[in-house]
């Protein structure tokens, strides 16, 4: 019989995560209070009123939200996950936080008698609604194992990076690459549209070349036609970059790039442009 799932967190990543472990035949329980719980609670979902019952009644629980503080809540706050979960279960944190967060998680899930596993993803709304996602693990062999069914369910390339802590060092590393690309792209794209240049002919043959990225790819046609419709948010990538820099901080290494473009979002997300999707970073370019 399949492993009862508890998920919390039924954003524009964790929904359509949600639904594929549905599909792929776990029994699945949510929160009653999330917006999008009616839709699972249709698609044969159980809801639950707190994180405490959910946990009682699940043996792996998953959580996809937005910050460390919001991860911190829903695990040790009141009616929390911590006070309900079994020992034996298994506790997912698929979110993107601090790698400081995930292991001071994992310690607190060891005096439950519980493994844990931080295992951010990288994908976006496109990866989560295909089941394409990558998915970055940190936690013990025996943990990644337990998880990889689930994780087969939600994506295609799944790596167990190392000890807790691991995945979400990975994590903030992707992030510092896909900013720091997508101020490349903006900047280009902002240089070539101001000395006349096409931008759709100068994506193709770029997309040939060696300047080829999903970034380039994606990103620049969303640029291009001025699409800034969320498929992630800047105030969430301004998030990202603020815990690599956190982290480069830890470790005494220095992350200029990585600071020039945390400002730039920092701009833009002051300007108002928050709930955008990251590649409207443009936008302050061109003003």
């Keep these: 019989m399949a492993e009862k799932v508890g998920f919390i967190g039924l954003g524009i990543m964790g929904k359509p995560m949600a639904l594929n472990l549905l599909k792929a035949g776990y029994p699945l329980s949510v929160l009653s209070?999330?917006?999008?719980?009616?839709e699972l609670v249709e698609a044969g979902a159980q809801a639950f009123l707190t994180g405490e019952a959910l946990a009682e009644q699940s043996d792996i629980i998953i959580t996809m939200l937005p910050d460390s503080p919001d991860v911190e809540g829903v695990v040790s706050g009141p009616e929390g996950v911590l006070a309900g979960i079994r020992p034996g279960a298994l506790f997912i944190d698929m979110s993107t936080i601090a790698p400081a967060t995930a292991r001071n998680i994992h310690r607190l899930m060891q005096k439950k008698g519980v493994e844990a596993l931080d295992a951010p993803v990288s994908g976006g709304q496109v990866g989560a609604e295909g089941g394409s996602l990558s998915i970055m693990a940190g936690g013990s062999e025996t943990a990644f194992g337990r998880a990889l069914p689930l994780f087969q369910a939600m994506g295609k390339n799944i790596v167990h990076i190392g000890e807790p802590g691991a995945g979400q060092t990975t994590k903030a590393c992707n992030q510092m690459i896909v900013g720091m690309t997508i101020q490349a792209v903006a900047e280009a794209f902002t240089l070539a549209s101001k000395a006349g240049v096409d931008l759709n002919k100068m994506r193709e043959v770029l997309l040939g070349g060696?300047?080829?990225?999903r970034i380039l790819d994606l990103h620049g046609k969303r640029m291009i036609e001025r699409n800034f419709a969320p498929g992630f948010k800047l105030k969430l990538h301004r998030k990202d970059l603020c815990i690599a820099l956190q982290t480069g901080r830890e470790f005494s290494?220095?992350?200029?790039?990585?600071?020039?473009?945390?400002?730039?979002?920092?701009?833009?997300f002051a300007g108002?442009?928050?709930?955008?999707?990251?590649?409207?970073?443009?936008?302050?370019?061109?003003?």
């Design 33 to 38: 209070r999330s917006k999008a719980a009616g």
């Design 210 to 213: 060696f300047a080829q990225s």
């Design 253 to 268: 290494v220095s992350l200029p790039g990585t600071a020039q473009v945390a400002a730039q979002m920092e701009t833009a």
């Design 272 to 287: 108002g442009n928050g709930e955008l999707d990251h590649s409207s970073l443009v936008l302050v370019l061109e003003q």
